[in-house]
């Protein structure tokens, strides 16, 4: 099971396949206010805390920090130990402290994406890869 370490609102689609390496991601934000005069840090309160969405068919690396309110969009792929401070487009590969722009998950056409697109459309059960067996069922 994924170790996500968050206190925050973030919806992960029941349906989804995302992959968190190694089991340990944060959702972080939602910080102390500090700009109260006379009220210590810690006791000033918090602001109300952002929505966090990862969409389908997100690869999240080992120990990246992804800064609460961000959307890592549908098959988006995040760097180990990177840290997410803007939301992340569809297919994008990030990476790095800050996160950003190093590549895209498939190059050749915009056919490709629309063949990802319609394999997640799938039920999981007929969503499979090549080589992965059905729950179920007797051969692949």
Known sequence: MAKILSKLSCTLKSESWIKVHK???TILGGDHTYDVPGVPIGFSGRPEMPYTIVEDDVWIGHRAIIFAGIKIGRAAIIGAGSVVTKDVLPYTIVAGVPAKK?????KASIEDRKKHDAMLNL????????????PGTTGN
């Open 102 to 106: 190093i590549g895209e998950r498939f």
């Open 23 to 25: 089991n340990e991601v």
């Open 123 to 134: 039920p999981p059960s007929e969503g499979t890869l090549p080589g992965q067996r059905v």
